[in-house]
């Protein structure tokens, strides 16, 4: 019997933990058991510094030795370490590896109008041929470009330039690395090379020597030397949280779809090839980074993003009772775009909620249960109009949906991306990213064979829900009122 002790860092924009796996196996084919343990899990949140939306990675560090400390304390020999968290966002070091300027976050206004201007001077069509990743105005490519054009005394003393997971990765080994799924989603990477673009770096101001060819996952650039004189294996594993919910993502087939429900909702499906062809550029479909030369081919969705924001405002803690009085709420009464731009970071989601509903001659949700029937139904509708679009790219039908993540946990939303998209749901694993950098870190160590087996043993050891499609009687008269919303020019809302 062999046993694997691995902890997994996964860090989401609302909340991160530190969790420990342990997978155990009889005999190489037997089957196996894999359990996680949440040893610290700790907030993350916008903080405004400076005039600027940043994060606080001093405080996340904080947070991730705590929790590794904790570990090692408890004697439990770790195997292995990987780290994983959102994408796009970056640090810049000096010669010195130390931090210059602040970790803007990706919601930060200081990219508006960047995309806009950098699409004219090089062509819309020409990022995309070159990246196959979806335009989104705080990718890093812009951010980059606010950077140093805002900011030249901040870049001017910068000799490295990492992603989020890279960076506390160099604080745990003193190695500097950049992983590939992550480093995708900068829509600075040549989709064919796998390399960084030169042409887009020298668009974004972005000198060559900051950033050295991406690695696949998987790789282990150092050591974390723990207080009580361990030497632990830092893996590279999928260090964006959305790859590795992927990995772990049980998908049964090939045109199975799947749904990692979070802060944000990324729906997609994995596939071998990938789609940058002008109809793929029209739907603004992403081709990000997935690990084993697969590509993961989805779109960007608000997500329970405007429900935490929603909920945050109104005060509301106990956010079960509000989505019991959701259901209350007489379907698709009240409808929005929920990708419209005015949505990435408003002064007040309520306000810009309602007021979208009022500009396109919508009934106005006025009480808490109305806000949330609004932003589920709505979320609802934008599924479906992702997977159609998705079916429509890999020419069948989506087989069925599997929804990830700790929103998989909202049984209500579930049973309505069900009924909306008219396919199979399954909801669970809740912790995928986590599970996804075990996984990773578990392949790394040839203690799994592939994804596939990984995906077995997931849906062997951890618990899904399983939702049938109902009928609403008067959907398509909904559905049209939907698609009119969604004639609006704007980046994420095509
Ligand atoms: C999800 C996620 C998405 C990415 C967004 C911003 O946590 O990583 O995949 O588009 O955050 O980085």
Same mark, same amino acid.
């Given at each position: 019997? !062999?046993?694997? /002790?691995?902890?997994?860092? +996964? %860090?989401?924009?609302?909340?991160? !933990? ?17 359990? %996680? ?33 904790? %570990? +090692? =304390? ?19 070091? +000096? ?16 990219? @508006? ?6 699409? &004219? ?8 041929? &070159? ?7 705080? *990718? ?58 030169? @042409? %887009?770096? &020298? ?8 950033? #050295? ?26 260090? /964006?949280?959305?790859?590795? =919910?992927? $990995? ?36 603004? $479909? ?13 779109? *960007? ?13 109104? *005060? ?22 929920? *990708? ?31 806000? =949330? !029937? ?14 159609? #679009? ?18 998989? #946990?909202?049984?209500?939303?579930? #049973? ?6 008219? $396919? ?24 799994? &064979? +592939? ?26 008269? /909904? ?16």
């Amino acid at each position: 019997m !062999r046993t694997h /002790h691995l902890a997994a860092i +996964d %860090l989401g924009a609302s909340s991160g !933990r530190v969790m420990l796996a342990t997978f155990t196996r009889q005999e190489p084919d037997s089957a196996a058991t894999l359990t %996680l343990k949440e040893i610290h899990r700790f907030p993350n949140n916008l903080t405004h510094t400076d005039g600027m939306d940043t994060w606080d990675l001093d405080d996340l560090e904080k947070h991730i030795l705590e929790g590794l400390n904790r %570990l +090692d =304390a408890s004697g439990i020999p770790l195997d292995g370490i990987g780290i994983d968290t959102w994408g796009v966002d970056f640090v810049l070091l +000096d010669e010195q590896g130390q931090r210059v300027g602040p970790a803007v976050a990706y919601r930060d206004s200081r990219t @508006d109008g960047v995309m806009a201007r950098m699409e &004219k001077q090089i062509g819309r069509h020409v990022i995309y041929q &070159k990246t196959g990743i979806q335009f989104m105005p705080f *990718n890093t490519l812009y951010q980059l470009r606010a950077l140093t054009e805002q900011q030249p005394e901040i870049a001017s003393k910068a000799a490295h330039l990492l992603m989020i997971p890279d960076y506390f990765l160099f604080r745990l080994t003193g190695q500097l690395n950049w992983e590939f799924t992550n480093a995708s989603t900068t829509q600075m990477l040549n989709i064919t090379t796998g390399d960084w673009d030169e @042409d %887009l770096l &020298k668009l974004a101001g972005v000198p060559r020597r900051w950033l #050295q060819k991406p690695t696949q996952p998987g790789n282990s650039p150092g050591l974390w030397h723990s207080p009580r004189g361990r030497s632990v294996p830092v893996f590279s594993v999928a260090t /964006h949280d959305t790859a590795s =919910a992927v $990995v772990a993502a049980p998908l049964t087939s090939s045109h199975s779809a799947y749904l990692s429900s979070g802060t944000w909702s990324l729906m997609g499906i994995e596939s071998p090839k990938a789609f940058n062809h002008a109809g793929a550029l029209h739907d603004n $479909v992403t081709n990000e980074g997935g690990i084993n030369d697969s590509f993961r081919v989805l779109r *960007n969705i608000m997500g329970l993003w405007l429900f935490q924001r929603v909920c945050r405002e109104l *005060n509301i803690q106990d956010l079960p009772s509000l989505i019991t009085l959701a259901k209350n709420v007489p379907p698709f009464t009240y409808l929005i775009n929920p *990708n419209e731009d005015r949505f990435i970071n408003p002064p007040s989601m309520v306000s810009a909620i309602r007021e979208a509903c009022h500009q396109a001659g919508e009934a106005v949700p006025e009480s808490p249960a109305e806000l =949330a !029937r609004c932003i589920f139904d709505s979320l609802a509708m934008l599924y479906r109009k992702i997977a159609l #679009q998705l079916a429509d790219l890999q020419g069948a039908p989506l087989e069925d949906i599997h929804i990830v993540g700790g929103g998989s #946990q909202n049984q209500f939303l579930n #049973q309505l991306c069900a009924d909306v998209c008219q $396919v199979n749901v399954s909801a669970g694993p809740v912790e995928a990213s986590t599970l996804g950098n075990i996984g990773c870190q578990l392949m790394a160590l040839s203690a799994v &064979k +592939d994804t596939a087996e990984f995906r077995r043993i997931v849906a062997m050891n951890f618990e899904q829900h399983h939702y049938l499609p109902r009928i609403h009687a008067d959907f398509a008269i /909904h559905w049209r009122r939907f698609e009119a919303l969604c004639h609006v020019n704007e980046e994420l809302a095509v």
